[in-house]
């Protein structure tokens, strides 16, 4: 945590922040920050929680003016419950907004993905629609088996939806040749995972150095090494981990190794950051940090992010929380 409150508070910090704010995209994302978030559907601040959860007896001033007559076999509860303002059921029965916006950046339509286990056929996705806006911190949640890795691995396009379409920045990307899908992966998707994926036998610098290998030229990496090099280590200081350039991951903490993943996701300036239990391989205290972290480089860095999480604490600090269940999405709900 000290690493981090020290990145978020020094002055040094601040001056890498602004160096780094071409991290998301640079200018074109920090006019679309400058309005104060309020939420897109709703006259309230995200963050600000709904009306009804906040103040119950508020809520109830609201309550439309056909209140049970005297001597209705109905309680107040239930009268409170029909109207969808008595429990925290609420949001669940809100109707789930239109899943298509103006500001998507990413926006899946009725997708579907099945697989087969021994000539089984399981159907996992059944009519996704989903859209992800320019800035938001939006939470994937859903049991074990819902196919929240399975949808996340289609939005950053490791793989291929049976039926629907996705868009990126309103450009289909689903159907592209392979190369055009790399391309956009390794340019406008940062990735992280539950485990890590760091090459063992790298420094922490190397490993984050490795999208920029792997996506340039042996010539284009060396022409511009110098510029990724301090780039590397201006995201390792980002992430609170300058001080463990030549450690090798089996001498990292499960944490410090997610910084790592974290910042070698940074490397390529992604718009967008998908990311799969991030925290789900941690202790409380150090998933906490992580979620810190990622929160940082929504609200300072503009990054926009989707996480998937099995931990409905940690998704209750994001902006927006999206429940797969059946194969869908079962409810969406602004926080
Ligand atoms: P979640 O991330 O919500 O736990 P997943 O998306 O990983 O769920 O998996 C959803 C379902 O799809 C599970 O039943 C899983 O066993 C199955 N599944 C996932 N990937 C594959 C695969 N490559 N081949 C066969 N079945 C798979
Ligand atoms: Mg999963």
Redesign the pocket.
Known sequence: MNKLNQTNTTSRHSTSTKNSSSLASGQKMASTFSKPKTHPRENRRIGEPHLALANPSKATQELPKQAPALGNQITLTEFLKQQSLASNEIDQQRPTPPSSTQKAILQAKNLHKS???NKLE?S?LRGVDFAIETGEFVSII????????????LLGTLDEPDQGKIYFRSRRIDDLPSKKRDSIRSNDFGMIFQFYHLLPELTTLENVLTPAMISNSVFQYYRQKKKLVARAKELLELVGLSHRLKHKPRELSGGEMQRAAIARALISKPTLLLA??PTGNLDQKTGTEILSLLQHLNQEEKLTICM?T?DQQIAKETSRIVQ?AEGKVQYEHYQ
């Open positions: 697989y087969f286990k399981v996992v859903g049991s074990s088996g819902s196919g929240k890795s399975t949808l996340l691995h799969d239990e998937v099995h797969l």
